[in-house]
Structures are given as C-alpha cells and as structure tokens.
C-alpha cells in the first residue's frame, strides 16, 4: 500500500516550494492508485494501526434485509408438527437473508426478526425460530431464538382460545462459513392451525 509522506518542518527550517510539492506530490500518487487506507489515513485523530486486530469495529455491505409487508403483507399459516419455513407476501417468499461471508476472522451476524403469532385452539402451542445453513439446503436451528405461543398455562388450557402475540427475536451469529444463510421458520402442536404475520428479517454484519 503507498504511504503519504509528509514532509516535516522543524523549527527554524525555512519553508520551500520544494517542501509543500513533494508532500503535494505524495497524495496525488496515492489518491491516484487508489491506495490510501489505514497506512497514512486517520479517523478522529486515531492511527488505526495503534489498536489491536479486531479492536475497531467495522460495518461491512453485507446487509440484507426481508420485509414481509413490502411483499404485500398476507399471513402465513401452518399445521405442521415440525418446522417450516415461514412465506408471507404475494407471491409468497420465505422469510430469509444471507448469503453472509463469516468466514473471516473476528466477523460477526447480528440478526433481528420481528413477527406477530396468533393460535386459535385452545391447549395448542405455535412455537417460531430461527435456523441457518450453509448451502441454503439443510438447515439448523439456533435453539436459543426459539419463541412459544402457548394458548394453556401448563398442561390446562386456557378458557380463551384465540391468543395473539408479538415476538422480537434478536441475537449474534458466530460461524465460519462463507455462505451464511438465516431462515425463519414455525411448527405448531396438536394439529392446530397457527397463523404468522407482518414478518421482518434484518442481518448486518461488523468486524469484532
């Protein structure tokens, strides 16, 4: 990488023409290969290259976004007894983000997912999560985003059949692969219909 040099004045010294030039000079030849960065650039005062690897947070492109109601809003709904991926929108699109490249040391995801839940049979649960996948085929859950609607308070279930409810799920996505897919997905008991609505998905990417 070039290295803008900047010629020093000390006291005393007098001031040439030569002097600002050359220092003139320098940045037109860096600007001009495209290689200024951490080498001879400060942010805030700050010499990047003063702070340990990784110690300066950076926020990459690698942005996705999936925004159910942009897609023409709708519900999805489902019977299943294992998870499915959740669809919403017209046509229907599955409420996923990525690719993500984590293979790079120090990367990190942080997801966000905001839905609303409704289950009309009493005694019946609809439970949400959040999987991830490398190839964008097999996908695995992130057992910790797991979010319940549960129409019973133990195994008695409630008088008031039809419950509704919001869930924000949130979380930070360590992995090393290079493709990093992010789905989310449902699965209720009993055979009872539950149903999912105004789905948000949003991941970002930093350097920590």
Same mark, same amino acid.
């Given at each position: 990488m070039s290295r803008v040099v900047q010629r020093e004045l000390f *006291?005393?010294?007098?001031?040439? +023409? %030569? $002097?600002?030039?050359?220092?003139?000079?320098?940045?037109?030849?860096?600007?001009?290969?495209? *290689?200024?960065?951490?080498?001879?650039f400060r942010e805030e005062g700050l010499d990047i290259r003063s702070f340990a690897a990784g110690a300066v947070k950076k926020t990459f492109t690698g942005t996705d976004y999936f925004n159910g109601g942009a897609l023409g809003g709708g519900s999805f709904s489902t019977t299943s007894a294992v998870f499915v991926p959740v669809a919403v929108g017209s046509p229907a699109a599955t409420a996923q983000i990525g690719p993500f490249d984590l293979s790079q040391t120090n990367r990190r995801l942080v997801v966000h997912a905001s839905l609303f839940g409704r289950m009309?049979?009493?005694?019946?649960?609809? *439970?949400?999560?959040?999987?991830?996948?490398?190839?964008?085929?097999?996908?695995?859950?992130? +057992?910790?985003?797991?979010? %319940?609607?549960?129409?019973?308070?133990?195994?008695?279930?409630?008088?008031? +059949?039809?419950?509704?409810?919001?869930? !924000?799920? %949130?979380?930070?996505?360590?992995?090393?692969?290079?493709?990093?897919?992010?789905?989310?997905?449902?699965?209720?008991?009993?055979? +009872? !219909?539950?149903?999912? $609505?105004?789905?948000?998905?949003?991941? *970002?990417?930093? $350097?920590?």
């Open positions: *006291e005393g010294d007098i001031a040439t +023409a %030569a $002097n600002f030039n050359s220092t003139l000079d320098s940045w037109n030849d860096a600007t001009a290969s495209g *290689e200024i960065g951490a080498d001879n009309v049979t009493a005694g019946e649960v609809l *439970e949400v999560e959040l999987a991830q996948s490398s190839d964008n085929i097999t996908y695995t859950s992130i +057992a910790w985003t797991l979010r %319940a609607l549960r129409s019973r308070v133990g195994n008695t279930p409630l008088v008031q +059949a039809d419950i509704e409810q919001s869930f !924000t799920i %949130a979380t930070r996505i360590v992995s090393i692969s290079a493709t990093t897919y992010i789905r989310l997905r449902a699965r209720t008991s009993g055979g +009872a !219909t539950g149903t999912i $609505n105004c789905v948000s998905l949003f991941g *970002e990417l930093y $350097n920590k």
